[in-house]
Every structure is written in structure tokens, then in C-alpha cells.
């Protein structure tokens, strides 16, 4: 009988860390965090190092155009889930901006080449100040930027179709529309 009592702690970890790792690899954190307090204002600029010594990801350069930005991470498991979405976003001429979230150039570099690059532009926030200052909470958290500079959306979490949907192909719809 006291074998079975010392084998109940052990199972109550197990279960705790199966239920853990479970709501980790779910997403769905727009519903548990709800929508970003910046929706419908001005976007904080970005001033950020480009990845591997690429150009530097400035908002200036995107001044006057809806754009998508991703906040990833390499380490990141549901980073990887939304990826594969990203990059059928980028081949249709979206304009994806990614942020490597307190990541190593090279993990972030080498994650990149592994799955394919979804990205027009990354920059490195190696100590998450964009992050704050755009109040991610999590990886991945996506925004939307309006023509305007102004968020139109937001989804912490990984994407998904109905968001692709919703609210990213509505708000870069009017930017195709335009002539170049």
C-alpha cells in the first residue's frame, strides 16, 4: 500500500507537465489575452539590426504601406505551427515583416533557412525592447499595420486561416488595390 502512496507525487508531476506542455503548443492567445490595448493607434517605430548583417528594419522604410509584423523566435514551438502559413502569406505578395525575439542571429538565421524565409525584412530584438514597447506578452504575436502607420489588428499566438481572413487580407486589400 505505501509503494502505491510513493508512486501519486510522481504521477501528479507528470500529469501537470503533460498539461503544461499541452498549453504551450496550443496558441490561441488572442482569446486568452485579449487584443492588444494599441489597436487603433500609431505603431511604435522600429529601429532594429537586420539579421546576419542584413539592412536594418527602420518603420521609415515602410512608410505608406499595410505590412504584417511577426514577432518569432527560433526556440519558439508554436512560432513553427504558423511558419508554413506565413510563408503561403508571403508567396501571395503579402508584406511580412519579421522581429527575432530574443534570439541568437545564428539559431534565428539558421531556423529561417530550415523552414524558409516568409520575411520582406528582420530585425534582431535581442533584449525584447520592441517587444515592450508593442506589449508582446508571448511568442509569436503578429500585428497588422495599416497604410497609415496605425494597428489595425493583432493576434498573440500563432495565425491561423479565419485570422488570415479576418483581418490581414482585409487591411493589405486596399494597399493591392492601389497603383504602384
Known amino acids: 500500500m505505501r509503494r502505491w502512496l510513493a508512486i501519486v507525487p510522481l504521477l501528479a508531476l507528470l500529469g501537470i507537465a503533460a498539461l503544461s506542455g499541452l498549453a504551450l503548443l496550443r496558441g490561441g492567445g488572442e ?23 542584413g539592412e536594418a528594419l527602420v518603420s521609415e522604410r515602410f512608410a505608406g504601406r499595410a505590412y504584417v509584423l511577426n514577432f518569432y523566435a527560433s526556440w519558439c514551438a508554436p512560432c513553427r505551427q504558423e511558419h508554413p502559413l506565413l510563408l503561403q502569406l508571403r508567396q501571395a505578395g503579402a508584406p511580412i515583416l519579421g522581429v527575432a525575439y530574443k534570439d541568437e542571429p545564428g539559431a534565428s538565421a539558421a531556423w529561417i533557412s530550415e523552414l524558409g524565409d516568409p520575411y520582406e525584412a528582420i530585425g534582431l530584438d535581442r533584449q525584447g525592447r520592441l517587444a515592450l514597447e508593442f506589449g508582446v ?20 499566438g500563432p495565425i491561423d486561416a479565419a485570422f488570415v481572413q479576418r483581418a490581414i487580407l482585409p487591411a493589405l486589400r486596399p494597399v493591392a488595390a492601389q497603383p504602384a
Do not use: C, M, N, Q
Open 31 to 53: 482569446d486568452r489575452f485579449g487584443p492588444s490595448p494599441l489597436i487603433g493607434k500609431l505603431a511604435p517605430a522600429i529601429a532594429l539590426e537586420g539579421l546576419s548583417g
Open 137 to 156: 506578452r508571448k511568442v509569436p504575436e503578429t500585428f497588422v499595420i495599416d497604410a497609415a502607420g496605425i494597428i489595425v489588428a493583432h493576434r498573440a
